[in-house]
């Protein structure tokens, strides 16, 4: 049998899996005879996770797949003065990664502060810079040309001026093929509930894999019918 395109898969760590288990998109390549290309970064928040789509938007062809899972929000991006790259804020969260990653000694304590404050605080406005524009125009793209793509999102820490946004499938009602979970759960604590998220192979429990391709295919079918 011909196959039918690419399917890629965008994310931040939940877009990988364990080297003896293969990531549940893999599974959802192989049913679909397409083939397979893994974007997963590990640690990654939402704005390089839609660089990433945009550094391989030349590769993306008519009927190719893209499954998208987004990051958490109070995960955004910073930039060290020098250089081109744009980093996590999820490295500054954690003091243990210092020595993986000097540069952010160059970052005084008051600037990395301000970090993890804009993050945990008024995340909603750097969240509606990619989500109510920037992936609205690309969508818009994508469905022009052809290409199909589902997405999800990892959490509800959307914030704004320390006020939760409760509802983010009405505030970001511009979003196409956006996965729903029972109970108004988002992709983290879906996982969660159904014991999925055990941490035995990267976030999930081990063997729940072709399970969980399952589930996305069902949803990919809702949004793209036979």
């Known amino acids: 049998m011909e196959y039918k395109g690419t399917l890629y898969h965008f994310g931040d760590s939940f877009a990988t899996s364990c080297e003896f288990e293969p990531i549940f998109t893999e599974h959802m ?7 397979w290309r893994g974007h997963g970064l590990p640690g990654g928040c ?10 391989n938007l030349h590769k993306f062809k008519k009927g190719d797949l893209l499954v998208i899972n987004w990051s958490y929000f109070s995960r955004i991006s910073f930039s060290i003065p020098n250089s081109t790259n744009i980093e996590s804020g999820n490295q500054i969260s954690y003091k243990r990664n210092m020595d993986e990653f000097p540069y952010l000694r160059r970052l005084s304590t008051k600037y990395k502060m301000f970090i993890l404050d804009y993050a945990n605080e008024m995340n909603y406005d750097n969240a509606s ?14 469905d022009k040309i052809g290409i199909q793509y589902i997405q999800t999102f990892i959490s509800d820490d959307l914030y ?13 009602s511009g979003l196409n093929n956006l996965i729903e979970f029972e109970d108004s759960k988002q992709y983290e604590g879906w996982l969660i509930e159904k014991n999925w998220k055990n941490e035995e192979c990267c976030h999930y429990t081990s063997g729940i894999q072709p399970e969980l391709s399952r589930f996305f295919l069902e949803k990919y079918y809702n949004f793209y019918p036979k």
């Open 29 to 35: 390549a192989k049913e679909m005879w397409m083939h």
């Open 46 to 55: 939402n704005e390089q996770i839609f660089s990433e789509i945009l550094k």
């Open 129 to 142: 810079k990619i989500f109510k524009s920037h992936l609205i125009s690309l969508q818009h793209y994508f």
């Open 160 to 172: 704004f001026e320390s006020n939760k946004i409760q509802n983010l499938n009405e505030e970001f």
